[in-house]
């Protein structure tokens, strides 16, 4: 079993209303339109607990800029390498780049900057990359690819306008034809750090916390939803994937 782990920035779920692929995910997997990121809902942060199942507090991040761990925590890809797996990162807005430690066995990353090239050239590059690796046979055991097309268009235009839902569409569609392609031997999540409201995120309002998580493959029940998820349930259900441990101090739970 592989598994890819796809996050678009700033996705609200009630974005996602009326695409096929979407429709296509719900039937086939085991999902939740109503799960919940962490405060702050700010990107880095989201993603810190996205990868190290314990709240912002705890981990130390509470902004966009990367702080050193005082008690630090092993995160999805530390854990991977305890299991004596490999692991691949695709991104292309730079700060994702602090969310594994120097050696956590990290065999592929490649970084597609947004802001020079515009997130949406970069999420259609690294869509690419990703399915030209994740197709080989040479694929990693785990894949994290960060969209950021989403997110810009959020802050550029706000949250639920026509650029905005311009792209998803667009991004939703990348995806759909990177996991389509994949070998049968894929699990995929696809989710969200936080979603927005106006041209902002980084509240507790309902708009800035609430994500869709989708999970696809041959060990999740077809047509499922799942009550009362975080974001912090998603490294755990990572290495249940992978047959790995969890970090002693990850708060999260698997889904399986």
């Not at 097309?149 to 550029?156: K, M, S």
Request: include cysteine; aromatic fraction near 8%; glycine fraction near 8%.
């Amino acid at each position: 079993m592989k598994v890819l782990l796809i996050l678009s920035d700033g996705m609200r779920p009630d974005s996602l209303t009326g695409i096929p692929f979407i429709e296509e995910l719900k039937q086939k997997g085991t999902y939740a339109l109503d799960a919940q990121t962490v405060m702050p809902s700010v990107t880095l942060p989201c993603h810190m607990s996205l990868f190290h199942s314990v709240d912002p507090d705890r981990h130390g991040v509470t902004t966009n800029t990367y702080t050193p761990q005082v008690r630090p925590i092993n995160g999805i890809c530390e854990q991977v390498k305890l299991a004596g797996k490999t692991s691949a990162i695709f991104y292309n807005w730079e700060e994702i780049r602090d969310l594994a430690r120097p050696g956590s066995n990290i065999r592929n990353a490649e970084f597609f900057s947004g802001r020079i090239y515009g997130y949406e050239r970069a999420n259609a590059y690294l869509c690419d990359r990703a399915k030209a690796l994740l197709c080989s046979d040479d694929a990693p055991d785990f894949t994290f690819l960060y969209l950021g097309w989403c997110d810009g268009a959020g802050h550029d235009n706000g949250w639920m306008s026509e650029e905005y839902m311009r792209s998803v569409r667009g991004t939703i569609g990348m995806v759909e034809d990177l996991v389509k392609a994949l070998p049968e031997d894929f699990a995929v999540i696809l989710t969200a750090d936080h979603g927005g409201h106006n041209r902002s995120h980084g509240s507790d309002c309902a708009e800035d916390m609430t994500i869709p998580v989708f999970f696809c493959g041959e060990p999740f029940a077809a047509g499922q939803t799942v009550e009362n998820l975080t974001i912090k349930d998603i490294a755990p259900t990572v290495m249940k994937l992978l047959g790995g441990e969890n970090a002693p101090e990850w708060e999260g739970r698997s889904i399986l």
